[in-house]
């Protein structure tokens, strides 16, 4: 950074005529810079992404060790086979591409295509992230040991996959290869149009993730303005525009059929953007860069010296992840999963430290962060083995719980189980009564609060399963007091609730 800085010094000191001579050879001299030069033996990120995406909790046989968003995303999915919209019928946070994924994974009353969308999108990632890190550490094989940390780091904070974090991952990784690309004049303006496509998609599986696009205009207005192309500049960000209004409008145009447009934007922003710092996320989050290296990778290449179409992309990494990190320090609604795009960037900020030749021979990622990340790899198995241990009895009553409703309902008939998880509704093979599908996580906000006592004042749910972990609402218990009884099943974790006739 000291070096992108120091750059505009010198360039202070040189006539208006000289500079402009520089900028002009800076931008037609020829570069020795080759994609080819970066292939990824493919083998690598196939493995990985057939190890991660069997392990999913889209595999059938794995569904019971979903987590609360896990069982809302594999619940978003049946819904909307069964015809319902997201957003309307059903409370989301992610954008609505992403539901429209889920709906294309759920073919054929199975989530395996669930799965296998997890699968290519993470094979895309890391063949675009090895091209990535083999361009800075000028080895392919540090490329390789990257990469498989990349895939042990985002499956510890993605046990079980499908997240909209780990959907955007092939979209925000290829525009990161693409401003390589374009710092080393290897591209041509139009293919800004792809790069508008990139953010669009983004845009739509995962908001929070396009910050990159934003800081990337801020860099690149640097950049086209020290090389005085500001036409240029200006040619490219709207070929990005177009490229971003083409997607958008193209896949908003359902939001606008279902007449879903205003609740999408609230539900996905809104709800998403309520800033307020979360001091105990902050700690995890803090936890987990130490523990995976990614914090030191953070300030050892602020200092090095690289060359100066690599001072961009450092600065731009730099931003977007400090920018990123704030959005997650800062929702109140967070999960592991949101930190998925920092390992990405805390690994390319690894591979940019490796500047001499010995380092990148000797290079061992363990012995680089301590044999830190060994405590990650604990974590990533030990987790859903400690989830299965100590949920299973709760498991077990969610499962009773499932049948009984199955039996004493028809398909038609609604359910609401209050509870920090949706697999109460797949199970029973029965949908929710109300938008929000559980209480927790949305107890901290007004909005989401507000809806869930409205749609459950409505009583329209047959059954109301209780969790006794989760706190009732005053409003919601004087409906289960007035409207409800009680029913004795011998249960320890749970009450249930039937409608009076």
């Known amino acids: 950074m000291t070096e992108f800085i120091a750059s505009h010094s010198e360039d202070s000191h040189l ?8 900028a002009s050879r800076a931008v037609e001299e020829p570069t020795d810079f080759n994609p080819k030069d970066y292939k990824v033996a493919v083998w690598l990120p196939l493995f990985w992404s057939l190890l991660l995406s069997l392990l999913s909790v889209a595999n059938p046989f794995l569904t019971f060790l979903a987590s609360n968003l896990q069982s809302q995303n594999l619940y978003a999915g049946v819904a909307m086979q069964a015809g319902q919209v997201p957003y309307s019928d059903f409370f989301g946070t992610s954008g609505i591409l992403f539901y429209l994924l889920t709906y294309l994974g759920s073919f054929f009353q199975t989530s395996i295509g669930l799965a296998l969308l997890q699968f290519f999108c993470l094979v895309i990632a890391g063949i675009y992230l090895h091209k990535i890190l083999a361009y800075f550490a000028r080895s392919r094989e540090v490329a390789n040991q990257l990469l498989s940390w990349f895939y042990l780091l985002i499956g510890a904070l993605n046990i079980g996959g499908i997240t909209a974090p780990l959907y955007a991952l092939p979209f925000v990784l290829t525009s990161v290869w693409f401003l390589v690309r374009y710092f080393e004049r290897a591209v041509k303006d139009e293919s800004f149009i792809l790069f508008g496509i990139d953010a669009a998609l983004v845009f739509l599986i995962y908001p929070k993730a396009t910050i990159l696009w934003v800081v990337s205009q801020l860099v690149l207005l640097v950049f086209n303005t020290r090389h005085r192309q ?14 971003f209004l083409l997607v958008l409008y193209s896949v908003g145009y359902y939001t606008f059929i279902e007449q879903i447009l205003g609740l999408a934007i609230q539900q996905t922003f809104l709800f998403n953007f309520d800033f307020s710092f979360q001091l105990q996320s902050s700690l995890y989050l803090a936890i987990f860069l130490l523990v995976s290296g990614i914090f030191r990778g953070i300030f050892q290449p602020l200092f090095l010296p690289n060359r100066a179409s690599n001072a961009f992309i450092r600065v731009f990494v730099l931003l977007t992840m400090l920018l990123q990190t704030v959005f997650i320090v800062y929702n109140a609604n967070g999960d592991w999963s949101q930190a998925t795009v920092l390992v990405p960037y805390g690994l390319i900020l690894i591979a940019m430290s490796l500047k001499k030749e010995e380092e990148r021979e000797d290079f061992s990622y363990l012995g680089w962060s301590f044999y830190l990340p060994l405590l990650v790899v604990g974590f990533f198995i030990g987790q859903p083995v400690y989830q299965y241990i100590t949920q299973d009895y ?51 906000t007004e909005l989401s609060k507000s809806t869930l006592v409205y749609d459950l004042n409505r009583t329209n749910a047959k059954y109301i399963l209780v969790n006794k972990d989760i706190p009732v609402l005053e409003e919601v218990q004087a409906t289960l007091d007035s409207s409800y009884s009680e029913l004795d099943l011998n249960l320890t974790q749970f009450r249930l609730y039937e409608k009076n006739n």
């Open 15 to 22: 006539s208006r005529t000289e500079r402009r001579k520089r």
């Open 230 to 243: 500001l036409a240029r500049g200006i040619y490219q960000t709207l070929a990005s525009i177009f490229g």
């Open 394 to 444: 709760v498991r077990e009553e969610r499962q009773e719980v499932a049948r009984y409703i199955q039996e004493n309902t028809s398909q038609s008939d609604l359910i609401f189980a209050w509870d920090d998880s949706a697999l109460l509704y797949l199970d029973a093979q029965r949908f929710s009564s109300a938008t929000v599908i559980t209480a927790e996580p949305y107890l901290e």
